[in-house]
């Protein structure tokens, strides 16, 4: 069982605030991801990380901003929240291994009022 | 560039009947391949993959994809379908390199009557 972990799972906050996306994984994997999903869509990678201090954005243009400072912590900001960032984000990682099999968290669901 | 297209939004089956979702994928090398579902309210679960070898591979809770490289395709199939499989099944292509991005598709949600 793969273990990557979201906080909060659920997240309801007014317009303007700052927020921020936790993510974390035990496994040791090089590569983060975060992805964007409105229902029934599909997935949108928004950023995500080779390694400790190397961040990247993704196909999906967001507003949001990463850092990775450790290995195990990639942490998704918005510093100003807008109704448009509602959504579910996905945080996944793998390994640094050739083969890219991704392990996903349960997700956080962003509603912005 | 690569893609991935599922062509059923929605597939409706009876508990008990069989299922085969659609996926077809493009791909400029051999692709990497996999299937996961999504339960409501839930992360992605790997159900299986396919990197190189048999062309059929088997996963979890019963279920099998079949790569069909001449047709682009790497459906899923199950046998005998459980109430318990009603969820939402994506699509995925990757490859190898430094970035090893995922592309989804646009997922299949399936319902099972009972």
């Known amino acids: 069982e793969a273990d990557i972990y979201q906080t909060p799972r659920y997240l309801v906050i007014g317009t303007g605030k700052k927020i921020t996306l936790e993510c974390s994984q035990t496994?040791?994997?090089?590569?983060m991801y975060w992805y964007q999903q409105d229902p029934g869509m599909e997935l949108h990678l928004i950023h995500y990380?080779?390694?400790?201090?190397?961040?990247e954005k993704g196909d999906l243009s967001s507003e949001s901003t990463v850092s990775r400072i450790r290995t195990e912590h990639f942490p998704l900001t918005l510093e100003s929240a807008r109704p448009s960032h509602t959504s579910q984000y996905l945080c996944?990682?793998?390994?640094?291994?050739?083969?890219?099999?991704?392990?996903f968290g349960p997700g956080t669901r962003l509603t912005v009022l | 560039a690569q893609s991935v297209t599922q062509p059923d939004i929605h597939i409706t089956v009876s508990e008990g009947a069989s299922l085969e979702l659609r996926c077809n994928y493009s791909?400029?090398?051999?692709?990497?391949l996999f299937w996961y579902v999504q339960s409501p309210g839930q992360g992605l679960q790997l159900l299986l993959k396919?990197?190189?070898?048999?062309?059929l591979v088997q996963g979890i809770k019963g279920f099998e994809a079949e790569f069909k490289r001449s047709q682009s395709s790497f459906n899923l199939r199950k046998p005998s379908v459980h109430w318990s499989d009603a969820a939402e099944y994506f699509c995925?292509?990757?490859?190898?390199?430094?970035?090893?991005?995922?592309?989804f598709g646009t997922g299949t949600r399936l319902q099972v009557t009972l």
């Open positions: 990380s080779y390694g400790v201090n190397s961040t």
């Open positions: 496994m040791g994997h090089d590569k």
């Open positions: 995925a292509v990757g490859g190898t390199g430094t970035a090893s991005k995922l592309t």
């Open positions: 791909y400029g090398a051999t692709p990497y």
């Open positions: 396919y990197f190189s070898g048999d062309t």
């Open positions: 996944a990682s793998s390994s640094g291994g050739a083969v890219n099999e991704q392990f």
